[in-house]
Nanobody
């Protein structure tokens, strides 16, 4: 089992940056693909970015390409999400999620079986 804990959320002005971190404990983190999802009030949880177990493959949602970058450090059991040029519509609770995977990752939240509790990101205009 893997336990995940997000940190780094907060309030930022439009155009600003934040870096989220997902710290993992438990079983061998390097065996897990990890993704970030977000959920705004009244909306469904949506895919943000994902990274394979070895960091060979990454992906981000089209609306975030060029602004959000996912990375991981398996030696430190962490996954980061660098968010630049933030917009008010990026306001949401951001969650990290993990799934045991030989390669690749998923963009569908219900395929992940380990979740953190989320961190709030608020972008003011």
């Amino acid at each position: 089992q893997v336990q995940l804990q997000e940190s780094g959320g907060g309030l930022v002005q439009a155009g600003g940056s934040l870096r989220l971190s997902c710290a993992a404990s438990g079983r061998t983190f390097s065996n897990y693909a990890v993704a970030w999802f977000r959920q705004a009030p009244g909306k469904e949880r949506e895919f943000v970015a994902a990274i394979s177990r070895s960091a060979v493959s990454t992906a981000s949602a089209d609306s975030m390409k060029g602004r959000f970058t996912i990375s991981r450090d398996n030696a430190k059991n962490t996954v980061g999400l660098q968010m630049n040029s933030l917009k008010p519509e990026d306001t949401a609770v951001y969650y990290c999620a993990a799934v045991l995977a030989v390669s690749g990752f998923y963009k569908t939240p219900n395929l992940y079986n380990y979740w953190g509790q989320g961190t709030q990101v608020t972008v003011s205009s």
